[in-house]
Nanobody
Framework: VQLVESGGGLVQPGGSLRLSCLAS????????MNWYRQAPGKEREWVAT????????DYANSMKGRFTISRDNAKNTVYLQMNSLKPEDTAVYYC?????????WGQGTQVTVSS
């Protein structure tokens, strides 16, 4: 299983970013996909989940209405569109899949929200 995130960077408060995660090594269309994040000095927290077909999504309360998770099963890619970004969204964002009961993680992509 390999997960490779991209799309992070520095953005001003109120700005937007779209993260991508390219997955390989498993049958992508069979699994829900997740985004997590970890801010400095804090535990990793769940951000959002998209079901295997893309027909269902779920979000942590603080992300609802600002973040959108989606996937393109033809490209083995999951996305996280982040709008109205706040300084407290600053974190390393990780793509995740639970495959045969084990969690797999990408290397993470840094998102910094600062003026």
């Amino acid at each position: 299983v390999q997960l490779v995130e991209s799309g992070g960077g520095l953005v001003q408060p109120g700005g937007s970013l779209r993260l991508s995660c390219l997955a390989s090594g498993f049958v992508f269309t069979n699994y829900n996909m997740n985004w997590y994040r970890q801010a400095p000095g804090k535990e990793r927290e769940w951000v959002a989940t998209v079901t295997s077909t893309g027909g269902g999504t779920d979000y942590a309360n603080s992300m609802k209405g600002r973040f959108t998770i989606s996937r393109d099963n033809a490209k083995n890619t999951v996305y996280l569109q982040m709008n109205s970004l706040k300084p407290e969204d600053t974190a390393v964002y990780y793509c995740n899949v639970r495959w045969y009961g084990r969690h797999y993680w990408g290397q993470g992509t840094q998102v910094t929200v600062s003026s």
